[in-house]
T-cell receptor, first 113, second 114 residues
Framework: SAVISQKPSRDICQRGTSLTIQCQVD?????MFWYRQQPGQSLTLIAT?????????ESGFVIDKFPISRPNLTFSTLTVSNMSPEDSSIYLC??????????FGPGTRLTVT | AQSVAQPEDQVKVAEGNPLTVKCTYS??????LFWYVQYPNRGLQFLLK??????LVKGSYGFEAEFNKSQTSFHLKKPSALVSDSALYFC????????????FGTGTRLKVLA
């Protein structure tokens, strides 16, 4: 199984600013994903982070708001840009090798004031 | 449309009793099905999966799940619940097209009473 770490674990940011979340996997993985989750609720997929190419965004999410980088097979970043209070959420990084189970990081709890 | 349904927002069970958390799915083709658990302020932890083979799948922490193709269900079960099993449980199915993303259910909060 893959072990995934995220930094920061939580942050409080002012509206209009940007935050970059880092995700590190302890092994090379084919696929990495970014999700958003309101506490106690289901997960919403933001995008699939593709190594060496642009991320694939889900409906309702755009690159200008959530730019993603994936420079190699173990690392990805998600930036939440020009934040508003509606961006307050938990952001989860996930990784999968092949078609089977995905593993999740501990999450980044973001509060925008 | 491909989807997963968890019909119960919350399940309560007494410690020592068997528990069931329900999940139904809708995908074309053969489903890849998963259960995850989330404890407070933690990420999701993988419990078990069904890809092919035996309809009864055993996973972590004594959990098991039964795949039923005719009823398109994948219910999570445990013979004897523990208070420490209290958490949020998610069922997921892998999409059979596009990026093969995972589709998650809305989650079921399990509360095991001492």
């Amino acid at each position: 199984s893959a072990v995934i770490s995220q930094k920061p674990s939580r942050d409080i940011c002012q509206r209009g600013t940007s935050l970059t979340i880092q995700c590190q996997v302890d092994s090379q993985v084919t696929m990495m994903f970014w999700y958003r989750q309101q506490p106690g609720q289901s997960l919403t997929l933001i995008a699939t982070a593709n190594q060496g190419s642009e991320a694939t965004y889900e409906s309702g999410f755009v690159i200008d708001k959530f730019p993603i980088s994936r420079p190699n097979l173990t690392f990805s970043t998600l930036t939440v840009s020009n934040m508003s209070p509606e961006d307050s959420s938990i952001y989860l990084c996930s990784a999968r090798e092949g078609s089977y189970e995905q593993y999740f990081g501990p999450g980044t709890r973001l509060t925008v004031t | 449309a491909q989807s997963v349904a968890q019909p119960e927002d919350q399940v309560k069970v007494a410690e020592g009793n068997p528990l069931t958390v329900k999940c139904t799915y809708s995908v074309s083709g053969n489903p890849y099905l998963f259960w995850y658990v989330q404890y407070p302020n933690r990420g999701l932890q993988f419990l078990l999966k069904y890809i092919t083979g035996d309809n009864l799948v055993k996973g972590s922490y004594g959990f098991e799940a039964e795949f039923n193709k005719s009823q398109t269900s994948f219910h999570l079960k445990k013979p004897s619940a523990l208070v420490s099993d209290s958490a949020l449980y998610f069922c997921a199915v892998r999409s059979t097209s596009g990026t093969y993303k995972y589709i998650f259910g809305t989650g079921t909060r399990l509360k095991v009473l001492a």
